[in-house]
């Protein structure tokens, strides 16, 4: 990114803007190591911490320096890692981590929660980030928005799935929070890293499995083994990522270094949305072109699976003080958002869908 624009857009997202060359003159060198929770192959999510890390690069002259790695560890010793100090910052969704505590939903978003733009509002002008952060206080971690993969698809199977009981005894790989609702519905949830998902559909080890959207499965090579593609990813339906601080490293930075972190963060969180909608539509009109069905989830099954979630925050508010608080304020602002997006976006974007299905578009 040319540093002036960069500038400029810190300067729109925070109020303050960066001069680098007289950071680079007064400030000290400091050096990070950045571990991202995505394979190198997924060009956007790794990408979106190379993103990151080169805008916090151009706005310190050099001097902050970020180096993005692969994590070579599962995601709960990623989270230890961090929290020991043993690496500064993480790139990842936080949703993963929810096998250690459910509250870590929330920094990435609920299955039949909110959409990529009201999860930013919640997070950024909701109150949202700062229950969150408080949160991840007591684990010596700090976290700002860092990228949002939008809706995504909800799957894919070699069989069709036509109705709820289609769905009974089926290995799903499936990730973050949905994996705790699946069960409910007799789905047995399956823990495959993407990159190994082609080879557990051809041994047999899975008959479904979901990862992002059309552009990064078709990387994974879904399409080969797969048929049916169904919509739409109840559970990850706006996922936002996350770069995840040691604590005590931010605040050993320098002032104006944490300035540019934050502000940095700030530009990828915007820029990997707009990019997955530039890229997402083709790769789904080519996947149709190719011979993929793609088919939405019927009614009964997406009832279902509602019904089973709330069940499960109902369940978590009793058990866990974090979650409940947490849940408390996002569900107060799902209740109120979608009130109003139903009047806003919902009326546009239905009635433009209407055009495009008739081709009037």
């Not at 151009?58 to 001097?63: F, Q």
């Not at 929660?113 to 949202?128: D, M, P, V």
């Not at 769905?167 to 409910?184: P, T």
């Not at 049916?228 to 270094?257: H, K, Q, R």
């Amino acid at each position: 990114m040319e540093r002036r624009r960069f500038i400029q857009i810190a300067a729109l997202t925070g109020g303050v803007s960066l001069a680098a060359p007289s950071i680079a003159q007064t400030a000290p060198p400091v050096r990070w190591r950045c571990v991202s929770g995505f394979p190198a192959t997924l060009e956007t999510l790794f990408g979106a911490a190379q993103m990151l890390a080169d805008a916090v690069a151009e706005a310190t002259g050099g001097r902050f320096e970020i180096t993005v790695e692969e994590a070579s560890s599962p995601a709960l010793e990623q989270l230890d890692a961090l929290s020991a100090g043993s690496v500064e910052m993480l790139h990842t969704a936080p949703h993963y981590f929810s096998e250690r505590d459910t509250a870590f939903a929330f920094g990435s978003g609920l299955p039949f929660g909110l959409n990529q733009r009201l999860t930013n509002a919640w997070l950024l002008e909701g109150g949202g980030l700062d229950i969150f952060n408080a949160y991840l206080g007591g684990r010596s971690i700090l976290a700002f928005p860092a990228g949002n993969t939008g809706a995504q698809m909800g799957g894919w199977f070699n069989r069709e799935i036509n109705a709820l009981a289609d769905l009974a005894g089926i290995r799903f790989r499936i990730g973050g929070f949905g994996r705790r609702i699946v069960q409910d519905i007799g789905v047995i949830p399956q823990d495959t890293p993407p990159e190994g998902l082609v080879a557990a559909f051809e041994a047999n080890e899975i008959d479904a499995a979901e990862f992002a959207g059309p552009a990064e499965d078709t990387v994974l090579g879904l399409p080969r083994v797969a048929r049916y593609l169904y919509y739409p990813g109840w559970w990850e339906g706006g996922v936002a990522l996350m770069a995840m601080i040691n604590l005590d490293a931010f605040n050993a930075l320098p002032a104006e270094y944490q300035v540019a972190l934050r502000h940095a963060s700030a530009v990828v969180n915007t820029r990997i949305m707009a990019r997955y909608d530039i890229l997402n539509p083709p790769a789904l009109a080519a996947l149709e072109n190719a011979g993929t069905i793609v088919r939405p989830y019927s009614n009964d099954i997406m009832d279902a699976c509602f019904s089973a979630a709330e069940q499960a925050y109902r369940t978590f508010s009793r058990e866990n003080e974090a979650f409940a608080e947490l849940w408390e304020s996002y569900s107060a602002y799902r209740r109120t958002a979608y009130s109003w997006m139903r009047r806003s976006d919902y009326a546009f974007d239905t009635y433009m869908m209407i055009l495009d299905r008739g081709g009037r578009l």
